[in-house]
């Protein structure tokens, strides 16, 4: 199942493809009771969609067998043992794609000749991911970032690893000897790789980028360029040879110090637009803001869902399952702000106050 979404595989889930693209949506739970649901859930809305392909007119036999084969092949593939909160199936003529997605989703089915991914693109967004670098004298790893993990990534070529006649990092650092182990000059060049390769990652997919590490391998990496400069150091060596978890452990309370920090910034961004009549809140004004390309910065309260119906001039409420009932309206507003240019930022529930889980400062 995909975790990462860069912005190159954004741009291929949203390329036009051969009628019928089918998105399969479902919510799915991480804990039990809840998660008992999830299989049965699951196999009915992909019955669902198999259901929808049998009855369109449009689509020709062979085209419908396809696609069902490849729902088949999509859901032997999903592992339910690790669900997070969403599941979304893609499948189109010749290929499939399983998301599982840490933000709640609800279940539908469209077939249309673009995938539906508007709801990967809010998962991410609330995610905020980030890069870790873990450096050490023979290894550099890289760990892509979310919103309650990291995974070890291959993007860029990494991890590096330094294959030298004699070099052992591990008795080097027995005997104290790893700080002139990285004012060696094999090393330095090793490193300077490293920053190379991390370079490129980052042009494809900028995020904020922690560097973890004995003071002698940050200390060099300071000297290196201009990465340094903008990425956060972390004093922890070992973290090139350890497992997620850990690194887990390392970063969790300099995300939480951030966490606090961007939310005091917008409750601080919010109030200010008040004053200068730049201010916009509650679903309906920010939906309105937001397809007019309004919107500068958008928040949204972390659980924040509405389900709501368009009458044409505003969004009222509605209830799920009504007709032209919209249960996904706020990863709606969310893809719309990302697609203007707007900064997106999800806060704890509550930070928002009376606002209705949905506020944002207008440019104009």
């Not at 529930?349 to 949905?358: F, M, P, R, V």
Request: with cysteine.
């Amino acid at each position: 199942m995909e975790h990462a979404l860069s912005p190159s595989t954004l741009a291929e889930l949203r390329r036009p493809r051969l009628y019928p693209a089918v998105s399969v949506l479902t919510p799915t739970h991480r804990r039990e009771p809840d998660n008992a649901q999830d299989s049965v859930r699951l196999r009915n809305v992909v019955a669902e969609a198999k259901k929808q392909l049998e009855a369109d007119p449009a689509i020709t036999r062979e085209r419908r067998s396809d696609v069902i084969r490849e729902l088949d092949r999509a859901l032997a593939e999903v592992d339910l043992t690790y669900t997070e909160d969403g599941l979304v199936i893609f499948a189109a003529p010749g290929e499939h794609q399983v998301w599982s997605l840490a933000r709640s989703v609800p279940e539908r089915v469209v077939l249309s000749d673009t995938f539906l991914t508007r709801n990967l693109v809010s998962a991410h967004a609330a995610e905020r991911p980030f890069w870790v670098l873990s450096l050490s004298a023979d290894r550099v790893t890289l760990w892509n970032g979310g919103i309650d993990r990291v995974t070890e990534s291959r993007d860029g070529g990494f991890p590096l690893v330094r294959r030298q006649v004699n070099f052992d990092a591990e008795r080097l650092q027995r005997v104290g000897d790893m700080p002139s182990t990285f004012r060696d000059e094999d090393t330095k060049h090793f490193l300077r790789d490293a920053e190379t390769a991390m370079a490129a990652v980052l042009r494809d997919e900028p995020r904020q980028l922690y560097v973890t590490g004995e003071q002698a391998a940050l200390s060099l990496w300071e000297e290196l360029g201009n990465i340094a400069r903008h990425s956060i150091p972390v004093q922890h060596g070992g973290l090139s040879h350890a497992g997620p978890e850990a690194v887990w452990q390392a970063i969790r309370p300099l995300l939480e110090a951030e966490s606090r920090r961007s939310t005091a910034a917008v409750t601080r961004e919010l109030e200010s637009a008040r004053g200068h009549r730049t201010f916009a809140a509650g679903v309906d004004e920010v939906w309105q803001s937001a397809r007019e390309g309004r919107v500068r910065l958008l928040a949204v309260e972390e659980n924040y869902r509405a389900t709501v119906r368009d009458d044409g001039d505003h969004l009222i409420p509605a209830v799920s399952g009504d007709l032209d009932a919209r249960d996904d309206i706020v990863d709606e507003i969310v893809e719309q702000c990302l697609e203007t240019g707007a900064d997106v930022r999800f806060v704890p529930d509550g930070a928002l106050g009376d606002e209705n889980g949905i506020a944002g400062v207008l440019r104009y």
